[in-house]
C-alpha cells in the first residue's frame, strides 16, 4: 500500500512543531523541514560547504566550519537575493530527504513544511493541514522565543498570507486556546487520518 502523506503547515509561530508533537505521541512518523534544513547545514554535508561558499566562511561559518544559523538567518530575511541563494541551496535535498524519510510511513506521514504556500504543494502529497494563529498571538509566541521586534516583522512578512495558507488547506486547525484544545483538535484528525490511511 502507498504511504499516505498530511503536509502540516502554517506561519511562524502558528504551533506547527506543538501539533506535530502530538501526532508523534498518536503514532504517525513525523517528518520537519526545519529540522532537516538544520541537518544538512552541519559539518560534512554538502550544503554547508556550499553556504559557506556563497556567503563567506568569515561571515556565516566559526572556525570548525560551522554555521552561524542567527547570522545566516538575519542576512537571509534582510536580503531577498541571499534567501533566494540560501532556498537554492537547501530545498532540492529538503523535497528529497521529506519525500524519502516518509517512503512506506505506518500508519501515515506527517510532513512540517512551514513554505508549502510559497514553494506550491508537491505531487506527492495526499492532504494538506494547515495550523493557524492570530498573527498577534504569533508575534507573541515569537517574542518569547528570544526573536527581537524587526526580525519578527521581517519574518512574518516574507511569509505568504494566512489568507494564502488557507486556500490551500484540506483541513484547518485554529490554534487560539491552551495547547490542550491543540491536542484534541490534533487527536480529532489523527484518528480521521489513520482511517483514510488504511482503507484501501
Ligand atoms: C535561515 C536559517 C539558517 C535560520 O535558522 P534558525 O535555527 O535561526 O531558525 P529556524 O530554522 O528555527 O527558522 C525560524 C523561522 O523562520 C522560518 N523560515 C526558515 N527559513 C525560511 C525561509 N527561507 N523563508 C521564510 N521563512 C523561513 C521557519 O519556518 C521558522 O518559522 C534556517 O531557517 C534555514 O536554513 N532556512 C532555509 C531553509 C528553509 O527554507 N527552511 C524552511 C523549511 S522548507
Ligand atoms: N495553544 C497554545 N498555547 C500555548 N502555547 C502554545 C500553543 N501553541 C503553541 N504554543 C507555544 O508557542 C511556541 C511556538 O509554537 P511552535 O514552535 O509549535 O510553532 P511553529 O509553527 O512550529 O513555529 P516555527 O515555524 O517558527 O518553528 C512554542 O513555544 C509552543 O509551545
Given at each position: 500500500m502507498a504511504s499516505y502523506r498530511v503536509a502540516l503547515t502554517g506561519g511562524a509561530g502558528a504551533g506547527k512543531s506543538a501539533a506535530a508533537q502530538v501526532f508523534a505521541e498518536c503514532g504517525a512518523v513525523v517528518v520537519d523541514a526545519d529540522q532537516i534544513a538544520h541537518e544538512?547545514?552541519?559539518?560534512?554535508?554538502?550544503?554547508?560547504?556550499?553556504?559557506?561558499t556563497a556567503f563567506g566562511d568569515d561571515q556565516i561559518a566559526d572556525s570548525e566550519g560551522r554555521i552561524l544559523r542567527p547570522r545566516l538567518r538575519e542576512r537571509v530575511f534582510s536580503d531577498p537575493r541571499a534567501r533566494k541563494t540560501l532556498e537554492a541551496?537547501?530545498?532540492p535535498p529538503i523535497q528529497e530527504l521529506?519525500?524519502?524519510?516518509?517512503?512506506?510511513a505506518r500508519p501515515y506521514a506527517v510532513l512540517v513544511i512551514p513554505l508549502l504556500a510559497e514553494t506550491g504543494r508537491p505531487p506527492w502529497i495526499d492532504r494538506v493541514l494547515v495550523i493557524d494563529?492570530?498573527?498577534s498571538v504569533q508575534r507573541?509566541?515569537?517574542?518569547?522565543?528570544?526573536?527581537?521586534?524587526?526580525?519578527?516583522?521581517?519574518?512574518?512578512?516574507?511569509?505568504a498570507s494566512p489568507a494564502v495558507r488557507r486556500a490551500l488547506a484540506d483541513d484547518?486547525?485554529?490554534?487560539?486556546?491552551?495547547?490542550q484544545a491543540l491536542a484534541e483538535g490534533v487527536r480529532t484528525l489523527h484518528a480521521r487520518y489513520q482511517a483514510r490511511a488504511t482503507t484501501p
Open positions: 544538512l547545514l552541519e559539518p560534512g554535508q554538502a550544503a554547508n560547504a556550499a553556504v559557506r541551496i537547501l530545498h521529506m519525500r524519502g524519510r516518509s517512503r512506506g494563529a492570530e498573527p507573541r509566541r515569537l517574542q518569547e522565543r528570544g526573536l527581537d521586534a524587526i526580525s519578527i516583522e521581517r519574518l512574518l512578512a516574507i511569509q484547518i486547525l485554529e490554534n487560539a486556546g491552551s495547547l
